[in-house]
């Protein structure tokens, strides 16, 4: 029977415990405001323990995206995988999506449109790690819309990433609204626009699966 050895399970205790943390305060304040003396200060830990799991401000924030990618994943696209491939699951995908914004899963909205904001005009390793997680969910977008046309239940002649890059825009501006105006009818409109464009897109006696 193998142990596991103490000291390295109390650090990934940690290291689980001061990431459940970073993904918070990133999504509302941004990657910059991760600082080691705040988590240790915040979570009762030695700053040399917060030093050592990470070594560095950047490869903390480097972790941090690595675990809102992780919980992005849990949250919006293994649930969606669950549905076949076709009309229904990319409905579904943009039904998580906005749940997802919703809820609040991270405080701040979506940890992927504020890293985006902050990001987007710099260079460098995290910039880079911001950009891979946003080409990853549009080219997920995009298979899944995709799937659907091969599926005969979107039009042969769907201009697939036409369609995704208008998905995805709708989501983003709800998400952005919400959060800016701290109220939810940018996610009722965002859902009505989504279904009249999927609508609009679907080949003909395919109908729109309902909202869950």
Request: charged letters at 25%; aromatic letters at 6%; hydrophobic letters at 45%.
């Amino acid at each position: 029977m193998t142990r596991v050895d103490g000291r390295v399970e109390r650090g990934n205790r940690t290291r689980r415990l001061v990431l459940r943390r970073t993904v918070e305060i990133a999504s509302v304040e941004g990657l910059e405001a991760l600082t080691v003396g705040r988590l240790a200060a915040e979570l009762e830990l030695s700053k040399s323990g917060v030093f050592a799991l990470f070594g560095s401000k950047q490869e903390l924030q480097l972790a941090t995206i690595r675990e809102a990618v992780r919980i992005y994943t849990e949250r919006v696209l293994r649930p969606a995988a669950e549905t076949p491939p076709g009309l229904g699951r990319l409905w579904r995908l943009c039904e998580l999506w906005l749940e997802y914004s919703r809820s609040r899963v991270f405080p701040g909205g979506c940890f992927f449109y504020g890293a985006m904001a902050e990001f987007d005009a710099r260079t460098g390793p995290v910039h880079d790690a911001v950009v891979r997680a946003q080409r990853d969910w549009s080219a997920h977008v995009e298979r899944t819309v995709e799937e659907a046309r091969t599926a005969g239940e979107l039009r042969a002649g769907t201009d697939v990433a036409q369609l995704a890059f208008e998905l995805v825009a709708l989501l983003e501006t709800a998400n952005a609204l919400s959060v800016l105006h701290d109220e939810e009818s940018a996610y009722g409109r965002a859902r009505v626009a989504i279904a009249e464009r999927l609508r609009g897109a679907a080949a003909e006696g395919v109908p729109l699966p309902q909202s869950p």
